[in-house]
């Protein structure tokens, strides 16, 4: 393809996998590398043409790659990896640790505005696209009430918190919004709702050998932070029973707006996302922001930039004039 | 308010009055001023402390408003206003007549790029945030298909078409989308549905008197382009009844985009608007769309906008930092 988006993934765990496969649905982008800190030999891409490299020399690819995704976890790469790469790498990465994004995007914008780059943060579905419905949301209904559910879904952080439990061999966690919550905010009104009492929670464990279950149980549902605030279900099942039930990602959830217009109109907004996977979605979201990273980079605007920052018919390969008439 | 965005309202029926209800939601914004080609005693501002002025002396106030949001219609007010305002003022509207999009959208350039003004067209729900929700859906689920739905939701058109058959005194419209479509659609499989498989029609009649019901029920669901397409039932009642049960304007709708990401996971997704009223949310969605032709037109970005051209982020009152750290 001449012209084509050269795409590269740096991180090949499930999200650097998604992207290989977003790439290769998108009429305009190619997949010119993927980057790991394995040995290239334990890689096997989606697409086998595309060249294995180490992450350790990634900056040699800097002419040969348009826009780096960064694939890599918020806890321990992305903090490190954003600012690093951003310096020879248009990127876009799915940071997702709320409470640290000022000071995220602070350390990407000094990288990237210093290296005439762009860096794109923080997209995915949440943060992402539900943030924007959120933003759409309140500005358009001034007067009104947000509610983010979730669900369901599974959880690695609270899968993550289960499986520290003493006795836990191995355990996951779905979130799942209370369908009585919805109908209320549905039903509108505006009612004041706690995340415990928007969700519950169900846990699917496998206990090791000779473990009491009714204390694996306490500790999980007595767990500050993660499980006390919530209804707690736990099922006790066998390492097989997980293996076969329980080994896909689905995920999703709602953003509801609920507001007043006028002498008293109530009007509501609503978007859901419904998945099969939840990082091949995440996935396919940062592909398509990808698009509008290199549009940004090649007209000049650098620095970095949120979903909020980026306007919809950058993330198209349409041309404006196409998506005003097929689109609007 | 010191520094507040001075809003004009050219036109004042239900969408300019719905205008100057959003704009006293909205924390930065004041109506300075509503034109109407009525006159100026026959008004009734929403809060009587706005000037009400004649609009064909609407280009004296240049230096007065920040915005005008023009709220006549797409047939015969907006192709003339909308490139003749766009001389003097930043503009917002609502066009709607979708297949002359490209047209309107190559006059009102040329009218704001000569004038140095911005000009954001067709902002609504649809075409507006419909449109937006098309564009993501069908950009990050590549291989996927997208449905629009409508209502339950009064037509416009269709009511003044049924008011055009002979013998009608009185008529509304309802479009009703399909459950069982929706239902099919949700399930997955892409399926291929007409609009009038994905819709029915509902009319509320008052006859004149001494007219042939059957006449009419047979003249109204054959009628080409409007209902020979779709399940039509015609319902016959007075015009108390039409008075007491039919005079809101509720409507609403869904774009849903199922796609398939990796090797084949079901992804869907969905926006949703229930709106009781149907002028009042168009209004509310040009008043957000006003404060980011504001941002817009101050920074020297000139010319014909669409919604697929402007930043979630310009719409909000919020600057980005608090955004980032409050909605991301």
Chains 1, 2 share one sequence.
């Not at 305009?28 to 800190?37: L, Q």
């Amino acid at each position: 393809m001449v012209n084509a988006i050269r795409i590269g993934i740096a991180g090949y765990g499930n999200l650097g996998k998604g992207v290989a496969h977003a790439v290769a649905q998108q009429p305009d982008m190619v997949c010119a590398g993927i980057f790991t800190r394995r040995p290239a030999a334990s890689i096997e891409p989606v697409n086998n043409k595309v060249p294995v490299y180490p992450m350790d020399a990634i900056e040699q690819y800097a002419d040969k790659i348009d826009v780096m995704v960064l694939c890599g976890g918020s806890r321990s790469d992305l903090p490190e990896q954003g600012p690093a790469l951003a310096k020879w790498f248009t990127t876009v990465d799915s940071y997702d640790t709320h409470a640290k994004i000022p000071e995220y995007y602070a350390a990407l914008d000094d990288a990237a505005s210093a290296a005439g780059t762009t860096a794109v943060l923080s997209v995915g579905w949440d943060p992402g696209l539900f943030s924007i419905n959120r933003l759409y949301g309140e500005t358009v209904l001034a007067d009104g009430a947000t509610y983010t559910f979730w669900g369901k879904g599974l959880s690695q952080g609270h899968s993550d918190a289960v499986r520290r439990v003493e006795g836990v061999s191995q355990a996951v966690q779905y979130t799942i919004p209370s369908e009585e919550a919805i109908a209320k905010v549905r039903a509108g009104g505006a009612p004041e709702l706690t995340t415990g009492e928007k969700h519950t929670r169900e846990c699917y464990v496998v206990l090791e050998e000779g473990t009491d279950a009714a204390k694996v149980e306490e500790a999980i549902v007595t767990m500050p932070d993660y499980f006390a605030d919530y209804s707690t279900t736990v099922h006790f099942i066998t390492a097989e029973e997980l293996a076969a039930e329980h080994s896909a990602m689905p995920h999703g959830g709602f953003v509801i707006r609920c507001g007043n217009t006028g002498a008293g109109s109530r009007q509501v907004m609503e978007y859901s996302l419904t998945l099969d996977s939840n990082p091949e979605f995440t996935s396919s979201v940062l592909t398509a922001y990808a698009r509008a990273a290199h549009k940004l980079s090649r007209s000049g605007q650098h620095g970095a930039k949120t979903v909020f920052d980026i306007a919809p018919g950058l993330l198209s390969p349409k041309d404006p004039a196409q998506l005003r008439k097929e689109l609007l």
